[in-house]
């Protein structure tokens, strides 16, 4: 079973960037597909964006679309978020998981629910 460790949060101000990691061990991160997530305070867990294990194949949530990139390198075994132009609605705790790929998704990549492996989360504070 891989475990994923996210890292990278922190306190910006709008308009500013960060790159989120999430580091797998265990396993190589060539057999996952891997989700991008966020969870505000009192809110639901969100659709952020994943990448295919193949990187072929990158979908995002309309609310960061323009704005954030998803890039992995399976050779260190890690997977990116990078965030540009942040916004306050973007402050969240932010997750990484993974999904076997040898597996079928017949709802898709975009559910929580197509995830068995996730990281401990990193913050994420926009400030205005």
């Known amino acids: 079973q891989v475990q994923l460790v996210e890292s990278g949060g922190g306190l910006v101000q709008a308009g500013g960037s960060l790159r989120l990691s999430c580091a797998a061990s265990g396993r190589t991160l060539n057999d996952y597909h891997v989700g991008w997530f966020r969870q505000a305070s009192g809110m639901e867990r969100q659709f952020v964006g994943r990448?295919?294990?193949?990187?072929?194949?990158?979908d995002y949530a309309d609310s960061v679309k323009g704005r954030f990139t998803i890039s992995r390198d399976n050779i260190v075994n890690t997977v990116y978020l990078q965030m540009n132009n942040l916004k306050p609605e973007d402050t969240a705790i932010y997750y990484c998981?993974?999904?076997?790929?040898?597996?079928?998704?017949?709802?898709?990549?975009?559910?929580?629910?197509?995830?068995?492996?996730w990281g401990q989360g990193t913050q994420v504070t926009v400030s205005s």
């Open positions: 990448i295919l294990s193949s990187g072929l194949t990158i």
């Open positions: 998981a993974a999904a076997n790929r040898k597996r079928y998704y017949p709802g898709g990549l975009s559910s929580t629910q197509a995830y068995d492996v």
